[in-house]
């Protein structure tokens, strides 16, 4: 399975964030998107999953289970809010996404308690998820990634306001998920700890770098 976008441009109102940015990656790998504020992190990331339409360029999923028109339909969104419901329990919310996402070719998602538990919160799924800290909130929200399958994980910030031990459990999810042949894309400000990610630096519409190892 490979990821290849080629020449993806886009707008944010009037103003071109990016230009010609190409990148490939495959199963197993993981790219970090870095740069300044303001410099298209997010836009970019919106734009792969789908949610914002690009000026130009493409952005393809190539896999052997299954066809993908778009990269949204075979990826998960964690983005800076969690899509969680907060007058519902931990346990509804997860058991809503689990039926809503299904399962991408190729893979299956683990139970809503093995979830709980692979992101260290076993045991107060019965609350509602307005009870929980900020930092659970979005554990919580990672959680989802893994009741259903979905090869492509783009995260947007995922361990923002994390402690350290959170941002360990999460380093082991990604890992974890590209050791099964997932891709991960992730726009962060910190180190996520994923060895051997490669980097693509956005500096704004001015110049961009993309490839290279971290
Ligand atoms: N809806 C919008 N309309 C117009 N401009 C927007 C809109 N959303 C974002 N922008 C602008 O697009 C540019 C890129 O924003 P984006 O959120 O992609 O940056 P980022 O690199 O993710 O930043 P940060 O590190 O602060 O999260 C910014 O200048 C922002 O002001």
């Not at 993981?30 to 690009?54: I, Y």
């Amino acid at each position: 399975m490979r990821l290849v976008a080629e020449g993806l441009s886009a707008k944010r109102g009037e103003d071109l964030i990016f230009h010609d940015i190409s990148f490939e990656i495959a199963g197993g790998e993981a790219l970090v998107v870095k740069g300044p504020n303001g410099s298209g992190k997010s836009t970019l990331l919106r734009v792969l999953a789908g949610l914002l339409p690009a000026e130009s360029g493409t952005a393809k999923l190539l896999a052997a289970a299954q066809p993908v028109e778009r990269v949204g339909e075979a990826a998960h969104y964690l983005g800076h809010r969690n899509a969680m419901k907060r007058e519902l329990t931990v346990e509804e919310n997860l058991t809503f996404w689990k039926a809503f996402f299904g399962d991408f070719a190729g893979g299956e998602g683990v139970t809503v308690d093995a979830a709980v538990e692979a992101v260290g919160l076993g045991g107060i799924a019965h609350l509602p998820f307005g009870y929980l800290s900020a930092g659970q909130q979005r554990r919580m929200a990672m959680a989802k990634l893994l009741v259903a399958w979905r090869p492509v994980w783009i995260l947007d910030e995922p361990t923002a306001a994390l402690d350290v031990a959170a941002e360990e459990m999460f380093s082991g999810l990604v890992m974890a998920h590209l050791a099964r042949g997932g891709l991960a894309i992730a726009a962060t400000h910190q180190p996520l700890g994923l060895e051997g990610a490669r980097e693509l630096r956005l500096a704004g519409f001015v110049s961009v770098d993309a490839g290279g190892w971290a």
